[in-house]
């Protein structure tokens, strides 16, 4: 189900942010930076994904700040239910682990910490101002994004209409393996393919499953390059109509 998100400014309602991170103190001094540098902001806190997803569906979110490795329901686990919800919300992530900039194009902003706060500040009122028609939101491509940042070994699973499924495979955040079923009786792709073609759905379900331990007589698979990937997607995007 897609969420609405009206523009704060065009309503003449105060925008909303909310802050997700375990650590108070970081809150805090994030709250006082965002309060000084961004006129007339309104913050929320949560202290995991969980309490997060609580807040959205309480009140009209306009941009999410997260930390990623949380106690509880960390930053992944937001952003795979804010991406299959459709929240039209723009997010940035502030980890401390090395991932930077935009991912897709359109979708996460991050961040490594320690970082400027002020840098934080002017992404998020920039995030703001954008209207809501173009509004940046969670993609797929920015999950797989975050995945890679936060050096996971897992299996994302995803569902799509007309019976499409694919799983896309992590070790240490690498993209190691990737296949999907487009559901019309076409064989499977993968590898490189198979991970577009998963970039391109709109998933109805994600799960996220710890990857399976190797046996120790097995290769480790070659990387997909995710640089490639989102270049590939980028170009798939501007090309076609889905």
């Known amino acids: 189900m897609e969420h609405s998100c ?18 108070v103190l970081f809150r805090m001094t994030l709250r006082v930076a965002l309060e000084v540098h961004v006129p007339g902001v ?8 969980a309490e997060a997803l609580a807040l959205m569906d309480r009140s009209t979110i ?15 686990g937001l952003l795979t239910d804010m991406l299959v919800q459709e929240r039209p919300i723009p997010v940035v992530v502030v980890s401390a682990y090395g991932c930077e900039g935009p991912t897709d194009g359109d979708g996460v902003l991050c961040f490594t910490k320690p970082v400027e ?35 996971r ?5 995803l569902e799509g209409a007309g019976g499409r499924v694919a ?20 064989a499977p792709v993968s590898g490189m393919e198979g991970a577009l073609a ?9 799960t996220t499953a710890g990857r399976p331990p190797q046996r120790p007589s097995a ?24």
Do not use: N
């Open 42 to 49: 309104k913050i929320l806190e949560a202290g995991d994904g």
């Open 6 to 23: 009206p523009d704060p400014y065009a309503t003449g309602r105060p925008p909303i942010v909310l802050l997700v991170d375990d650590e």
């Open 198 to 206: 998963a970039l391109e759905w709109k998933p109805a379900r994600v």
């Open 153 to 157: 070994a897992c299996e994302l699973h």
């Open 219 to 242: 290769p480790t698979p070659a990387p997909l390059s995710l640089a490639h990937l989102f270049a590939q997607h980028r170009v798939r995007k501007a090309t076609r109509t889905y």
């Open 167 to 186: 799983a896309l495979t992590f070790e240490r955040g690498q993209l190691v393996e990737a296949i999907a079923r487009c559901g019309d009786g076409t």
């Open 117 to 151: 706060l002020f840098t934080v500040c002017e992404a998020v009122a920039e995030l703001l101002r954008a209207p809501s028609s173009g509004r940046s939101r969670v993609t797929l491509a920015s999950l797989v994004h975050v995945i890679a940042c936060e050096r």
């Open 62 to 76: 306009d941009c999410v700040v997260t930390d990623l490795a949380m106690t509880g329901v960390g930053g992944v």
